[in-house]
């Protein structure tokens, strides 16, 4: 049993395509004690988005306001589009001042990662990937990996997961966890809000998208000279993509093979992170250290926000 926490919704980019969702979503963490506050986002409406820019910004901006009681938790509503409209409307000082020592939480995932990795570029702060309010707890079978971790997580001071499945690479390297979803961080490449980070573990995820794009946006990633700065490259989820006849055998796996050869950086793969049903929590930003072998691989982290 976890202890209560409050919790605040913000809702940077799009809006439920299923209120029923946000209501069990919000049902299930009050069941478990939690007090969740910004319950109005869940029900905002403007064109595609969760509310206005402006809206969209002040929730969180309002983080920043000392006359604003601070909650425990920060969790997004849900991803889509949006978050990179706000860029640059946001209160990266005010966000530092506040934040940097403090145990909150910033947690999220998919079009959320614009937001986090302009956190880090601009604040250095370190929030979270992980579960979100519609797809994951308001989902209509609760996944248990994916509470257990992120309560784990939040509630300790250092995290390893052990993850089995079959390595290529023996990898042992140490840095700066960082990454999210592969669309977004190709997106920001070449902006102020895109983090500078040498010798880090990144780590990619995305959805709809068919095994060429992934690797055109990671090749942008390669030729931007971003990869030959990192140590490893962890996979996480690549989920609901179709392929035609014509890929003619230019699958994921034969995908991947090629660019371990290519980009001349370890790749380790079957982390469970992304669109998938089951997400674990990492902190964006806290240092790391990845272990790989034949079997599977270990990442463990530490320094990040923490209720511990």
Do not use: C
């Amino acid at each position: 049993m976890t202890a209560s926490h409050s919790i605040t919704l913000i809702a940077p980019s799009g809006y439920p395509a299923d209120p029923l969702a946000a209501v069990r979503g919000i049902h299930r963490l009050r069941d478990a004690g939690h007090a969740v506050s910004g319950v109005e986002t869940t029900g905002r409406r403007y064109q595609r988005f969760a509310g206005s820019d402006a809206q969209r910004v002040a929730d969180l901006n309002r983080l920043a306001d000392p006359a604003n009681p601070l909650s425990d938790i920060v969790l997004a509503v849900r991803g889509g589009f949006g978050a990179s409209r706000l860029l640059g409307e946001i209160d990266y000082a005010g966000l530092k001042k506040r934040l940097t020592g403090t145990p909150t939480a910033l947690v999220g995932h998919s079009d959320f990662t614009a937001i986090q990795l302009a956190l880090l570029a601009q604040s250095g702060l370190t929030t979270f990937g992980g579960p979100m309010l519609i797809s994951n707890f308001g989902a209509a079978i609760l996944d248990q990996t994916t509470w257990d971790s992120f309560w784990h997580t939040l509630n300790t001071p250092q995290t390893t997961l052990e993850i089995a499945a079959p390595q290529t690479d023996a990898v042992q390297v140490e840095g700066i966890l960082w990454g999210g979803n592969l669309a977004l961080l190709t997106a920001m490449i070449g902006t102020p809000y895109m983090p500078q980070i040498d010798g880090g573990v990144m780590f990619i995820e995305d959805v709809n998208e068919p095994p060429f794009r992934i690797e055109r946006m990671i090749l942008q990633l390669h030729q931007a000279g971003i990869l030959a700065r990192q140590q490893a490259l962890i996979l996480g989820d690549f989920t609901d993509y179709t392929q035609t006849p014509y890929d003619n055998g230019y699958t994921l796996e034969t995908m991947i093979e090629s660019l371990r050869h290519r980009l001349g950086l370890p790749i380790v793969w079957g982390l469970p992170f992304g669109h998938g049903s089951t997400i674990v929590t990492l902190p964006v930003g806290a240092p790391a250290r990845l272990v790989s072998h034949t079997e599977g691989f270990s990442l463990s982290f530490s320094a990040y926000p923490n209720f511990a």
